[in-house]
């Protein structure tokens, strides 16, 4: 069994570390965290491996997997380098969403095969995440030999792996966040409007989830473009440039957004062909910024 050390065993660290013991695809052998407490615990949690203090410490192994913040993972990256754990065998991934896996450049100086591994989940406690993991998509990207490795692991533990291109990594993470996080701000923008009207938050919540909820499931059964309704579907300029009126005398912030997914809206009416192609392009010139 191919051996592997793990620099940053936190929530995600742990949860990797412990499947990859539980599922017998690598031997978890050093752990390096800050702490050597933290280590410990990591390895009691993973149930094999050794916790260690330094990269001195550390023995050579076929993997390395960095899962400490992003922001460390360049730092450690040359450390193992320094130290002489990356060879022409070994395979180095980190775990960030948003860096590419072109940020190992200096383990693949020293020969090494690398990539990066972006589970599309939420790791809040290591322990459910253990239990949850089967099921969740993960992207890769990187070297080939390091990207069939990972991808033979991550399906042996139940994941659904898929590809995404490491030029473009960065915007594939600002689409996790789009719709991961930028549905609770825009479902915040909403409220904003009813209570605006005079609708109690709490009440405009309850209305809401229908007209929220009904879109969203036909979006995953029908796509964007038939999931579309409303005054842009429907190619209606007047009731377009009243609410853009409307809410530019109120509130610009929400103007803008109602502007920009507005034109977005429009290319969507558009690919649906049922709105009158001269109405849509008076409603662009509504949506546009400069208006
Ligand atoms: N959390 C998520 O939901 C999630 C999902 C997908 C991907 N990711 C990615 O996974 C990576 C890890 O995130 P996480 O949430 O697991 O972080 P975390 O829970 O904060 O764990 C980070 C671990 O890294 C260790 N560490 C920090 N700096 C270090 C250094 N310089 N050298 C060695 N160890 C160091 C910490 O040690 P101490 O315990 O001693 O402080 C800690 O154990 C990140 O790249 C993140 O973007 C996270």
């Excluded at 539980?22 to 916790?51: C, I, K």
Aim: proline share 4%; charged share 20%; aromatic share 6%.
């Amino acid at each position: 069994m191919k051996t592997i050390n793990v620099v940053g065993c936190g929530k995600v660290g742990k949860t990797l570390s412990r499947l990859w013991a539980v599922h017998n695809v690598f031997e978890v052998q050093t752990v390096l965290n800050r702490s050597l407490q933290s280590g410990l615990e990591a390895v009691a949690f993973v149930g094999s491996g050794r916790a260690v203090e330094s990269y001195a410490q550390m023995e050579p192994a076929d993997v390395v997997m960095i899962s400490t913040p992003d922001e460390s993972i360049e730092a450690c990256c040359l450390e193992l380098c320094r130290e002489g754990l990356v060879g022409r065998r070994t395979v180095v991934f980190h775990c960030s969403g948003s860096l590419p896996s072109g940020l190992l450049e200096p383990a693949k100086k020293q020969g090494a095969s690398i990539a990066s591994l972006h589970p599309v989940k939420s790791f809040a406690d290591p322990a459910g995440s253990v239990e949850t993991f089967a099921g969740t998509y993960c992207a890769v990207e990187g070297d080939h030999q390091a990207c069939q490795l990972i991808d033979h692991v991550l399906k042996r533990c139940g994941a659904k792996v898929f590809c995404v291109e490491p030029e473009f990594k960065t915007v594939y993470h600002a689409a996790t966040v789009i719709v991961c996080n930028y549905l609770a701000a825009l479902m915040e923008v909403g409220l904003r409007c009813f209570e605006k009207a005079g609708v109690p938050r709490a009440a405009a919540t309850i209305i809401m989830e229908p007209i929220v909820t009904g879109p969203v499931e036909n979006v995953f059964k029908l796509g964007p473009v038939a999931a579309l309704t409303g005054p842009i579907a429907r190619g209606e300029q007047s009731v377009v440039q009243t609410q853009c009126t409307a809410l530019g005398r109120w509130d610009k912030q929400i103007e803008q957004v109602y502007k920009a997914l507005g034109r977005v809206a429009v290319e969507l009416s558009a690919a649906q062909g049922n709105a009158d192609s001269d109405a849509l392009a008076a409603i662009e010139r509504c949506l546009d910024d400069a208006n």
